[in-house]
């Protein structure tokens, strides 16, 4: 199970960390990422880490955004600053045993109910 946390409204050039607690397995095991949707626009990877702990990110949020897994907690975060209202989507946290990188895990087998995110 993923659930996602820590979305809101924020005014553009600010922050929010979102949160995905995973339960049922160990994070570390599975590919693990971020995909958001906004409304009228297609699906899209913002960002992914893997097995080893190597991350990828969507050109449109690189340098602005960080994944991170904390293994204790077992928790998936997404730290996002410099925040740009065509940032304004739904967040979803994913999780897939053999899709990795920003780019596939939008095809991911397990989804969260998905956070939302509105940059004003």
């Known amino acids: 199970q993923l659930v996602e946390s820590g979305g809101g409204s924020v005014q553009a050039g600010g922050s929010l960390r979102l949160a995905c607690a995973v339960s049922g397995y160990t994070a570390s095991s599975y590919c693990m990422g971020w995909i958001r949707q906004a409304p009228g626009k297609e699906r899209e990877g913002v960002a992914a880490i893997d097995v080893l702990n190597s991350t990828t990110y969507a050109e449109s949020v690189k340098g602005r955004f960080t994944i991170s897994l904390n293994n204790a907690k077992n928790t998936l975060y997404l730290q996002m600053n410099s925040l740009k209202p065509e940032d304004t989507a739904m967040y979803y946290c994913?999780?897939?045993?053999?899709?990795?990188?920003?780019?596939?895990?939008?095809?991911?087998?397990?989804w969260g109910q998905g956070t939302q995110v509105t940059v004003s």
């Open positions: 994913a999780a897939d045993p053999f899709l990795c990188g920003y780019q596939h895990i939008q095809r991911a087998a397990y």
